[in-house]
């Protein structure tokens, strides 16, 4: 089914003289003394009636799917009252943009993990004789499409990356280039019904239940681990610069062992946690 154009006139003129069939009708019927005046009233009026069913009023952003007796004849996009084809059963097809929020799906990402995942989907009818005669009801079809094309892009991603690969998308840290995977996953899905998917956002994303306090705790550790390689790699660049510092001012002469434990107290009192009470060696009595 592809959408066309059908013929179409002025509604307002068609009314008035379907209007005007239908009074002169009944007139020459109610007041025909003859039979063939109450024949021609009956004719005319008959007429008019038949000009009535080819009225048609279509919305702002609507469109009317027409079909004359199982047979597809074409589309009505423009607004107001037309007249057309007579006995033409008419099917109205919104053309507003409209947004459908999926249920929270529970899925396996790409390493296996459980989680749950939600998104909305705004899209609009581009083809109306498509949405209505090409899929059984096309609601429902984009319903059941979003959900699968969700539940397909979550599989395809990680959750979340713990190997600091930068290279790699993941489903929490690309949330913008995953939308756009999604919104062409969901597009090719739904041509079938002349629908255009106009935009797609993940509008929930977590870990399952079961394992939601484990991934928390994985989650706080890689945390606590990057911090403390900064305060390591920090407290070596000090150091460093301590005992550099020591050497070329000449202060103090400093052997491989002293620098071993200088190394050792300085790196102690820096990457400690907690305060650290200095001991001060005021010289020995011998």
Same mark, same amino acid.
Not at 208 to 219: G, N, T
Not at 242 to 259: C, N, P, S
């Given at each position: ?103 929270? *799906?529970?899925?396996? &990402? ?5 989680? +749950?995942?939600? %998104?909305?989907? =705004?899209?609009?009818?581009?083809? #109306? ?116 510092? *020591?050497?070329?001012? &000449? ?5 491989? +062992?002293?620098? %071993?434990?200088? =190394?050792?107290?300085?790196?102690? #009192? ?17």
């Amino acid at each position: 089914m592809r959408e066309k154009s059908i013929f179409k006139i002025n509604g307002f003129a068609a009314m008035i003289i379907a209007l005007a069939c239908i009074g002169f009708g009944i007139y020459l019927i109610v007041t025909g003394t003859t039979i063939p005046e109450k024949i021609a009233g009956v004719i005319v009026l008959i007429l008019g009636l038949v000009i009535a069913t080819s009225l048609t009023i279509v919305q702002p952003n609507e469109a009317k799917v027409l079909t004359f007796f199982g047979t597809y004849l074409g589309v009505i996009r423009d607004q107001g009252l037309w007249a057309t084809i007579p006995f033409t059963f008419k099917r109205s097809v919104s053309l507003r943009v409209t947004n459908f929020n999926s249920e929270k *799906l529970k899925v396996n &990402d790409l390493e296996g993990n459980p989680i +749950e995942i939600a %998104a909305v989907v =705004v899209y609009k009818v581009r083809d #109306a004789a498509k949405a209505l005669y090409d899929v059984e009801n096309y609601e429902k079809f984009i319903q059941i499409q979003s959900e699968t094309g969700i539940r397909h892009i979550a599989s395809t991603y990680a959750y979340d990356s713990f190997e600091n690969n930068t290279n790699a998308f993941t489903l929490r840290q690309n949330s913008d280039e995953v939308s756009d995977v999604l919104v062409r996953d969901l597009q090719r899905r739904l041509d079938v019904a002349g629908v255009d998917v106009i935009e797609a956002r993940l509008m929930h994303l977590a870990y399952s239940s079961e394992i939601a306090s484990a991934m928390l705790q994985r989650q706080q550790a890689q945390a606590v681990l990057s911090a403390r390689k900064v305060i390591v790699d920090g407290a070596v660049g000090l150091v460093k610069a301590a005992i550099d510092q *020591l050497t070329e001012q &000449d202060i103090v002469e400093l052997d491989e +062992e002293k620098k %071993a434990q200088m =190394v050792n107290n300085l790196m102690v #009192a820096i990457v400690s946690e907690k305060g650290t009470q200095p001991i001060i060696n005021t010289g020995s009595i011998y």
